[in-house]
């Protein structure tokens, strides 16, 4: 809200076109949703902003959108064209517990060399993970990192689990790295936790199960999941784990996964910024 930025101007535009559209509709359901917008839970907040924008998605020529009553479970929104209907369940798969994790023990990696007093030579960093990391790979890592730098030499060396791959760090053409201080980039990489697609699944299942109950004997109404991802989340890994699924669960009604991924792209100079979606479908074998 505060920002001034061309990119924040965009969201606010994009949801004040959101709530416009919707309110053609049904300005009920979207003053209710505007309602958990202000309230103080966060999970509401992110999921009734995302029913905003997602209904408006639809609102396109020759499309009917009809939002669901109030105080429904299992599905968000009908979507009707050439005489057939989508009954469509909205959702989000947040970042997950491990990548937060991830991040915050990455994070104390980019304070160590974010201190003002270190003197490095400009180093471009590359630390990977062969497999999860345990607390005691954790622990080896952030020594093998301080020890470096306390030396104020970068050496690429390996552990049981890390490998770190130090290189130089070249200034681009006519361009120099700001005095007084060590430059560097940080790239920190680590496979799925091995809970990764039971957790997605178990979401997917979740919402199967609330929208079965509003689907059964309408045979022109087919019943979709739109999930929203997060940036980083591997849509090609959770299209498969989707497939998996859809062959395990033969019976499921769900007709269709939809993955909803928006993120943040910029020009190669980096002069501009937009917000961009990726767009991943998953059809069930019928």
């Not at 839970?41 to 009917?64: V, W």
């Not at 970068?154 to 201080?181: D, N």
């Not at 060590?182 to 697609?197: D, F, I, M, R, V």
């Not at 699944?201 to 991802?229: C, I």
């Amino acid at each position: 809200w505060r920002r001034r930025d061309g990119l924040a101007i965009g969201e606010l535009y994009t949801l004040g076109v959101s709530i416009q559209r919707l309110s053609k509709i049904d300005e009920p359901w979207v003053v209710r949703q505007l309602s958990h917008v202000r309230a103080p839970d966060e999970n509401n907040r992110k999921g009734a902003l995302f029913e905003l924008l997602a209904g408006a998605l639809f609102c396109t020529t020759n499309q009917n959108v009809k939002l669901a009553p109030r105080d429904t479970r299992g599905y968000d929104l009908d979507v009707a064209s050439n005489e057939k209907s989508w009954r469509i369940s909205l959702k989000t798969f947040a970042t997950s517990t491990h990548e937060v994790t991830f991040r915050k023990r990455m994070k104390v990696l980019k304070q160590m060399m974010d201190e003002p007093s270190l003197r490095m030579p400009h180093t471009q960093w590359l630390i990977a993970a062969n497999s999860w990391p345990t607390e005691a790979d954790w622990q080896w890592l952030h020594s093998a990192v301080r020890g470096q730098l306390s030396r104020g030499h970068p050496v690429s060396m390996r552990g049981s689990c890390w490998e770190i791959t130090a290189m130089p760090l070249p200034a681009q053409q006519q361009q120099a790295f700001a005095s007084g201080r060590s430059s560097y980039t940080l790239l920190g990489l680590a496979p799925h936790h091995a809970n990764e697609q039971r957790n997605f699944v178990s979401k997917l299942q979740s919402a199967v199960a609330n929208l079965e109950h509003h689907v059964r004997d309408q045979p022109e109404t087919y019943p979709v999941v739109m999930m929203r991802v997060p940036p980083t989340a591997d849509v090609v890994s959770l299209r498969s784990w989707a497939r998996s699924y859809f062959e395990e669960t033969p019976e499921s009604p769900l007709q269709a996964l939809w993955l909803l991924q928006p993120y943040i792209a910029s020009d190669p100079a980096g002069a501009t910024s937009w917000i961009a979606y990726h767009f991943g479908s998953e059809l069930c074998p019928q």
